[in-house]
């Protein structure tokens, strides 16, 4: 994850939160990506999804891997 998908959907949203579980995968969309906000959290924890504090909308999960970057 480097935040592509992010990326996407913020051209398109009035907010976005993407999240990965790996620390490394969050630091490089932090980087590629400064104008989003990243956190590290497994998509399908709803619990830890409510702990950021947002009233979440709309929730998209892609599970596609690499997100066609290698």
Do not use: N, W
């Not at 619990?47 to 950021?52: E, K, M, S, T, V």
């Amino acid at each position: 994850m480097s935040g592509t998908t992010a990326a996407i959907l913020a051209a398109h949203c009035k907010e976005v939160i993407g999240t990965d579980v790996s620390h490394d995968c969050i630091k490089r969309a932090r980087e590629m990506h400064p104008g989003i906000r990243f956190e590290v959290l497994d998509g399908f924890d709803v619990y830890a999804a409510l702990q950021l504090g947002k009233r979440l909308t709309k929730i998209y999960i892609d599970i596609s891997g690499l997100s066609g970057e290698v």
